[in-house]
Every structure is written in C-alpha cells, then in structure tokens.
C-alpha cells in the first residue's frame, strides 16, 4: 500500500521563507512519525536550486545526524559557501530546535558544454517486461525487473532494479524532477543489502533491525524527465560494522546515464533489552 501520495510530496517542495535565510516547508505525514530521509533529500535539492537561479544542483551530499519528528516543523538555513561564473556551493542544515536533522552540501554548475560518453544500461527489457509493485513512499508507478520482492526472507544477489515513471504530466522546472528522483532513491537500497542474508530482508527493520540511512549522495549528470521511465539499477557492495553501503545508477527511457547515488546505513540487531531498545536508531 503506498503510504504517501504525489500532491503531498509535491506540498513539501512548497517553503515558507522564514526571514533571515531561514526556511520551513510542511511534511509527509506518516503513521510512524518520523521525516523519511527522501523528504529531506527532497527538499534539500529545491532549497538549493532556488538559491542560486542561474544554475542547476549538479550534487547533493547529505547526512543525518539524528531522526526528525514530525509534530513539530524542521527549519532549514541557507548558507552561499561560493558564488562562481560558473559553479557555486550550498551548505543546508536542517533542524528542529537544537536537535540536527540534516546537513547538506550542494554544488550548482551552469549549463556548458564538452565531451560526453556514459555506460549503458542494463540489458533487462523493457518497463512492460518488469512486474508492477508498489514501492510504499514511491507514489508513482514502479514496475520490479524479475518481480524481486525486497520483503522476501530468501537469499539473492544484493542487486535491486526498477522502472519508475510520474504517471501524470509534471513541471518543466528541472529541480521538480531532481528531487522527486532524490526522494525515489532513498528507499530500497538497505533491503537491497539485506537480500544475501538468509532470513533477513527490509521487512525486519524496527522488528528485528536497527536501520537508519546515515548518509546519502546523488549526481545529476544530465537532464531528464521522471515522467518518462527511468531504471533505477542499485547494488550493495558490502556490508561491515553494522553498515550497509549501496550504489546506484539511474537511466533515462533513452539509456543515457542520467544520474548516480550511494547510500550508508546503520544495519543492526534490535537486542532485546529495555535499555537498549529506548536509544535513538541513530548515530
């Protein structure tokens, strides 16, 4: 069931200027009231965007030092760290009173040309040849290469792909874009980790597994439409010390590379103790 719909997801894209670079936008309301990371992800890309209008967020590197509420509102600020003829940097921090939600870095590039070459994608057919599945915060269609369900207990290889595209006409604005593929990016990569491990999959999180995404980056190589079909293809090289690391490519319906990200998690076992079950899930 997915738990979020598109008109609210695009709400939160919606900010308040607060004065004095500061800024609030409103949440995706959810049953376990906690901001989810592709929120912030989001957001970050559109504070930025609109920060430096000549130019386009080319990067985004993000942490979360801590899990955002959502009863009360999350106040960003705007830090120009550069303003260059052709690139410039953003540092976004994100926080509810004293407590740090989010730290972002952003780099913005003018449009400009040079050479250009990209890996290809895939070879697994075509969106009509994938099984469509409901992907919970992805409220848009998804549509699963091989059917693999990530809520499946069984090992497999910790690989994860899927076709994913707006069904309904979105804005020209390229930010728009971004960061609805920013927030898509943030879902499946620890339950891709989880696949080598027999009875265990992203169905185990706060049941059986501490998780919590720590870190995320993602590169914009080249403008694209997620009204059109894009492949998301993910892989988790490793996972050590109670982290999972995961990997991905995005391609537009097109085949060209159109973007790129990696995520850290925290991936550890709930131990069943009063104690420790009332710590924060999080660094």
């Known amino acids: 069931m997915t738990l979020v719909d598109l008109d609210g997801l695009l709400a939160?894209?919606?900010?308040?200027?607060?004065?004095?670079?500061?800024?609030?936008?409103?949440?995706?309301?959810?049953?376990?009231?906690?901001?989810?990371?592709?929120?912030?992800?989001?957001?970050?890309?559109?504070?930025?965007?609109?920060?430096?209008?000549?130019?386009?967020?080319?990067?985004?590197?993000?942490?979360?030092?801590?899990?955002?509420?959502?009863?009360?509102?999350?106040?960003?600020?705007?830090?120009?760290?550069?303003?260059?003829?052709?690139?410039?940097?953003?540092?976004?921090?994100?926080?509810?009173?004293?407590?740090?939600?989010?730290?972002?870095?952003?780099?913005?590039?003018?449009?400009?040309?040079?050479?250009?070459?990209?890996?290809?994608?895939?070879?697994?057919?075509?969106?009509g040849d994938a099984e469509p599945t409901d992907l919970s915060m992805v409220p848009w269609p998804c549509r699963v290469v091989d059917g693999v369900d990530l809520g499946d207990r069984g090992v497999g290889p910790a690989e994860f792909r899927f076709w994913t595209r707006v069904d309904r006409e979105l804005p020209d604005d390229p930010a728009v874009h971004q960061a609805l593929l920013a927030h898509a990016t943030d879902l499946t990569v620890i339950g891709t980790a989880l696949r080598p491990h027999e009875g265990l999959s992203q169905a185990d999180s706060t049941v059986r597994l501490a998780t919590a995404v720590t870190a995320h980056q993602i590169v914009f190589h080249r403008a694209f439409r997620l009204d059109d079909w894009c492949l998301v293809d993910q892989c988790s090289p490793v996972a050590a010390g109670a982290r999972a690391f995961g990997v991905g490519n995005v391609f537009d319906a097109d085949g060209r590379l159109v973007a790129s990200f990696t995520q850290e998690s925290m991936v550890r076992p709930i131990v069943p103790d009063e104690d420790h079950e009332r710590r924060e899930d999080t660094p």
Do not use: M, N
């Open 12 to 127: 939160c894209l919606e900010f308040e200027d607060l004065g004095d670079g500061r800024w609030t936008a409103p949440h995706l309301q959810l049953d376990y009231r906690r901001i989810f990371g592709g929120q912030l992800l989001a957001q970050a890309v559109v504070l930025a965007d609109a920060s430096a209008p000549e130019k386009a967020v080319r990067s985004l590197s993000c942490v979360f030092p801590r899990e955002g509420s959502l009863d009360e509102p999350l106040e960003y600020r705007v830090e120009a760290v550069h303003d260059g003829r052709s690139f410039a940097t953003r540092r976004i921090t994100g926080a509810q009173g004293d407590r740090v939600c989010l730290v972002a870095q952003a780099s913005l590039h003018v449009a400009e040309e040079g050479p250009e070459h990209g890996d290809p994608p895939p070879d697994v057919g075509l969106p």
